[in-house]
Structures are given as structure tokens and as C-alpha cells.
Nanobody, 124 residues
């Protein structure tokens, strides 16, 4: 499994970014996938996750209503649309994939085996 993130960058508060995660093989349709972030000196935290079929999504309280996770199974690509960005959203963002069957594990970083290299998001 290979995951490659892109789309990070620097943006002013209130702006938007869209992150993409290109997956190898048929990962997008076979695995649950999620977006996680880690700021300097802080633990990695779950931001948003989506089930294998794409029919279910979960968001952390801090991004609910501002971020939208989606995926295109035909393109094997996961997306994170980030709107109304805040300085506290500044972090390295990672995508991850795993075959999960427990809804409550979707936002837990320790539930995921496969990770991308990350893309930096800076909000000023």
C-alpha cells in the first residue's frame, strides 16, 4: 500500500485548501481511510475519516462543519476540503488506510497501519 499526499501550503486565516491522497491499487474502495494531523510538540490526532464504501464519515469536533472528507474510488484518491481555516489548523497532515470494521476506531491513529509521508499546512 502506498499513499502520497499533496495540496498542502500556506494560506491566510479564513482561506481554503484541498488536500489529496493518491493510493496505490484499489485501496480507496477496499479500506477505510482517514486524515490525521500533527503539530510540533503535539500528538497525532484524527481529523476526518471515511468508510470503505464512502457512506460513512467522521470528523473531530475541531473541524466539524469546516472540513469535508471524500474519496473517488475510480481514481483511488482521498480528499480533504478545508474551509474557514484557522491558525490552529497548522500542522503536518497525513492520510492513512486500514481495513476497519469498528466505527469507533476511525479517528484513532493507532488503528491504521498504512501512512503517507505527509503534507504541510500553514495558516497565518
Amino acid at each position: 500500500v502506498q499513499l502520497v499526499e499533496s495540496g498542502g501550503g500556506s494560506v491566510q486565516a479564513g482561506g481554503s485548501l484541498r488536500l489529496s491522497c493518491a493510493a496505490s491499487g484499489n485501496i480507496a474502495s477496499s479500506y477505510c481511510m482517514g486524515w490525521f494531523r500533527q503539530a510540533p510538540g503535539k500528538e497525532r490526532e484524527g481529523v476526518a475519516a471515511i468508510t470503505m464504501t464512502g457512506g460513512g464519515t467522521r470528523y473531530s469536533d475541531s473541524v466539524q462543519g469546516r472540513f469535508t472528507i471524500s474519496k473517488d474510488n475510480k481514481k483511488n484518491t482521498l480528499y480533504l476540503q478545508m474551509d474557514s481555516l484557522k491558525p490552529e489548523d497548522t500542522a503536518m497532515y497525513y492520510c492513512a488506510a486500514e481495513r476497519l470494521t469498528n466505527w469507533y476506531l476511525l479517528l484513532k491513529p493507532t488503528s491504521y497501519k498504512y501512512w503517507g509521508q505527509g503534507t504541510q499546512v500553514t495558516v497565518s
